[in-house]
């Protein structure tokens, strides 16, 4: 990867992704490996006018350590002052930017509870920094740079040089910034959302309908006043940013009592440093009731067992087989870059601002709306060359929304 274009990755970063204003804090969280780009998006936001650029450093090998020989007591303890941070920070109206690298394999071997604990302890600590993140109040974004370990297996052929040059042109590919003008390649990305999200607000569908031939056989209710929302947000300041880079989706909220059928996965699902494949799941009145994977099962259980909301959706997500990503047809064993290469769905915590006056409304109001609430949110996917998706409407007229794989309109 050419200095120029890591310089152009870290411009479109600060620029697009989390939009960096006059006098703002900006908080990166990034592995050790990565501390080149992180220097080079440090360097742009200050010259952007940003106040302070602070960086939480993560480190691969120590968190395996972590989990193979800490104490038992650790699993379930988060730092109150990491807590306190956080929502200093979004008092602040800091702007947050994620780069992630992680080996799928990080965690392999490792006790399920460990993580399971883990996991639980963090999310229940920084539930009001998620909330102020996913209701938009402070603008953030999630990239992704190449690790060693990540690079090799995607292409577990190449040496570790060759696969790490190979996944940064597969990342500048995505996120456009091998691009000429990467500012404009993503202006124009975002008009083709618009119009697309456009519609999709206008037809009001009450209902979709998933099929396909890997037996995915789902029908997901669309609360009354949903939005669907893709490209560029709007924080609750007027701040535009990009919350990923790269994006192919177009999203909204499902009802989290409207869910029933059977859905396939179409891929595996990398989740904290554990690889779960072949899975299905089967929903009666918005819960998952039954799960099945061929590897990792124990995993997708501590997923949906997290809490009673990550056994019900909290997003349905739009994205034509025929995208960039997809074109590349590469697993990327990263849901940054394969939930941007397939229609997918979340488990867990809905974003609530796809719903007309969330603002106004009370945690009770909301799920008694439709939004759903949970400590986490996984997205795993489930779009195929052949997925067909209908929409029905409040007069039960059935449009279809896509055909083959790709969006009808």
Not at 10 to 20: C, S, T
Not at 70 to 97: L, N, T
Not at 219 to 245: C, D
Not at 273 to 287: A, K, Q, S, Y
């Amino acid at each position: 990867m050419t200095q120029e274009l890591l310089n152009q990755y870290a411009r479109l970063i600060v620029q697009m992704g989390v939009n960096v204003e006059k006098s703002q804090t900006v908080v990166i969280g990034a592995d050790i490996g990565n501390a080149d780009l992180v220097e080079r998006i440090a360097e742009q936001a200050y010259e952007q006018g940003a106040k302070e650029v602070v960086v939480n450093w993560t480190n691969e090998k120590l968190l395996r350590l972590k989990y193979e020989k800490g104490g038992e007591s650790v699993f379930d303890e988060f730092p109150q002052w990491r807590k306190v941070m956080f929502e200093d920070y979004d008092r602040d109206g800091a702007c947050y930017i994620s780069l992630v690298s992680a080996n799928p394999d990080l965690l392999r071997g490792i006790p399920s509870d460990r993580i399971q604990r883990s996991m639980v302890a963090q999310s229940k600590a920084l539930a009001v920094h998620m909330k102020a993140t996913m209701e938009s109040r402070n603008c953030w974004t999630v990239v992704a740079a190449p690790s060693v370990e990540w690079a090799q297996k995607v292409y577990p052929g190449l040496s570790e040089g060759e696969a790490v040059e190979r996944l940064w042109k597969a990342i500048a590919k995505a996120a456009r910034f091998d691009t000429p003008d990467p500012l404009q390649a993503w202006e124009n990305q975002n008009a083709t959302f618009e119009k697309r999200i456009k519609y999709l607000n206008e037809k009001r569908f009450r209902s979709l309908h998933y099929v396909n031939r890997l037996g995915t056989d789902l029908r997901v209710e669309l609360p009354e006043g949903h939005i669907w929302s893709g490209g560029a947000e709007v924080s609750t300041g007027g701040r535009r940013f990009f919350p990923n880079m790269p994006t192919e989706e177009i999203f909204t909220l499902p009802h989290r009592n409207g869910v029933n059928g059977r859905v396939v996965s179409a891929m595996p699902l990398c989740y904290q440093g554990v690889t779960i494949e072949d899975f299905e799941l089967t929903f009666e009145n918005g819960r998952a009731v039954h799960c099945k994977a061929g590897k990792n099962q124990d995993a997708l259980e501590n997923i949906l067992n997290m809490d009673e909301g990550a056994r019900r959706l909290g997003e349905v997500a739009l994205v034509p087989y025929s995208s960039p990503i997809s074109d590349m047809k590469t697993l990327f064993y990263n849901t940054l870059y394969d939930e941007n290469a397939s229609c997918h769905f979340a488990l867990g915590k809905a974003y609530p601002t796809c719903l007309e006056g969330f603002s106004q409304m009370s945690a009770e109001a909301l799920l008694e709306a439709g939004v759903n609430e949970s400590l986490t949110h996984v997205d795993f996917m489930v779009g195929t060359d052949d997925l067909e998706i209908t929409g029905t409407d409040a007069d039960g007229n059935i449009s279809a929304v896509f055909i083959k794989g790709n969006f009808a309109f």
